[in-house]
C-alpha cells in the first residue's frame, strides 16, 4: 500500500470520515508530510468522495496551509490594511517577479517560502516583512529583493538590518 494511501486512509478513518471535518483532516496532513502533497489531496478527496477542487479552494483560502515543501527560510510579508495602504501590494509583486514565487508557494531552490498574511502586529513600523522571526520594517520592493538576496551570504556577509522581534 502505498504511503499516500495509508497516511490518508488513517487520518480519514480517525474522524470517522466525517467531511465536515475536512479542515482537521488537512491540519492533520500538514503536519505529517510539511505541507500537502497534490497526490495525498487526490487521495483524501477520493476517500471522502469530494470534489479535489474544493480541497484545494480551502487549502488557498486559509495561509496556514502550505501547496509546497517549505523553504530554507520563510518570508512573511503583512498585506494588512496599513502595510497595504503603504505598498506591501507592490511589494508582493515585486517578490513574486524576482524570485518565481507566489504567496503560499516555495521557489523552486527551495530557499524560501513566500506568505502573505493580515497584520503581523507592526502596524507603526509598515510595510513590514518578516524572514525567520526577523521583523525588518519600512521595506521598498527593492530593499525586500536585497533582504532575500543576501540568504545564501547570511554567514559571510554582514547580517542585514533588523528589528528582531520588534512589535
Ligand atoms: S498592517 Fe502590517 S503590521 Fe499591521
Redesign the pocket.
Known amino acids: 500500500m502505498s504511503e499516500e494511501i495509508e497516511l490518508t486512509g488513517q487520518i480519514v478513518k480517525h474522524y470517522g470520515s466525517d467531511k465536515g471535518m475536512l479542515i482537521p483532516m488537512m491540519q492533520d496532513l500538514q503536519a505529517e508530510c510539511g505541507y500537502l502533497p497534490i497526490g495525498h489531496l487526490r487521495c483524501l478527496a477520493e476517500r471522502l468522495d469530494v470534489p479535489l477542487s474544493r480541497l484545494y479552494s480551502v487549502a488557498t483560502f486559509y495561509s496556514s496551509f502550505r501547496l509546497a515543501p517549505k523553504g530554507a527560510h520563510d518570508v512573511t510579508l ?7 495602504l ?1 505598498g ?1 501590494p507592490m511589494i508582493l509583486e515585486a517578490i513574486s517577479r524576482e524570485f518565481n514565487v507566489e504567496a503560499g508557494g516555495t521557489t523552486a531552490d527551495r530557499l524560501f517560502s513566500l506568505q502573505a498574511v ?11 516583512m518578516v524572514v525567520d522571526g526577523k521583523y525588518y520594517d519600512g521595506v521598498t520592493p527593492q530593499s525586500a529583493i536585497e533582504i532575500i538576496q543576501a540568504f545564501p551570504c547570511e554567514e559571510e556577509t554582514a547580517e542585514p538590518s533588523a528589528k528582531e522581534g520588534a512589535k
Do not use: E, F, I, Q
Open positions: 503583512c498585506m494588512g490594511t496599513v502595510c497595504y503603504k506591501s493580515n497584520c503581523v502586529g507592526a502596524c507603526a513600523l509598515a510595510p513590514v
